[in-house]
């Protein structure tokens, strides 16, 4: 499957809100503590600005929004990023985009000069765990200190 991967714009806001929602649902991450709830997510080009050593990208498919993902600066530090709401459609998965996705975070996460990055997300996204695995991220036994996401159970971290 041929895709593209491009910068969130303005116009992208809405249907990456769709995309970001949809498949936190699907997991059950609804509410308070979960990704798909926090402010940004209704406008994330306005919230990822390379500037702020943060960036977030669309996957496009046939000029289709398929899923999104970014990098920002975990808690404020100058030296641990974070993945962030990295999501792709089910009908995208197990194709390698979201390998490509997270590669392509990583890779500006390292350009960014980060030291690390960390990632928390759900125990029922074991494909996504899988992947991270691969990857090279390590599994915490808990969050790091200051995650705004307490209601997820599974926390990752890798040295870039």
């Not at 997510?41 to 993902?69: I, L, Q």
């Not at 975070?105 to 759900?122: E, W």
């Not at 695995?133 to 200190?145: D, E, I, V």
Request: charged fraction near 20%; glycine fraction near 10%.
């Amino acid at each position: 499957m041929q895709f593209t991967i491009t910068p969130i714009t303005p116009q992208l806001d809405e249907t990456v809100c769709d995309i970001i929602k949809k498949v936190g649902t699907e997991f059950g991450a609804i509410g308070d503590g979960f990704g798909p709830s926090d402010d940004e997510v209704n406008h994330m080009s306005a919230h990822y600005r390379e500037a702020n050593r943060c960036g977030y990208w669309v996957v496009m498919v046939n000029g289709k929004a398929v899923g999104c993902g970014g990098i920002a600066p975990f808690n404020g530090s100058d030296t641990v990023c974070e993945l962030r709401k990295l999501f792709l459609l089910p009908d995208c998965r197990g194709l390698g985009i979201g390998k490509a996705l997270t590669e392509h975070c990583l890779n500006f996460a390292k350009q960014q000069q980060y030291q690390q990055c960390y990632l928390d997300t759900l125990s029922n996204m074991d494909s996504a765990i899988q992947l991270y695995k691969k990857l090279g991220f390590k599994q915490l036994t808990t969050p790091m200190l200051g995650t705004e996401h307490n209601g997820c159970d599974v926390w990752m971290l890798k040295d870039l």
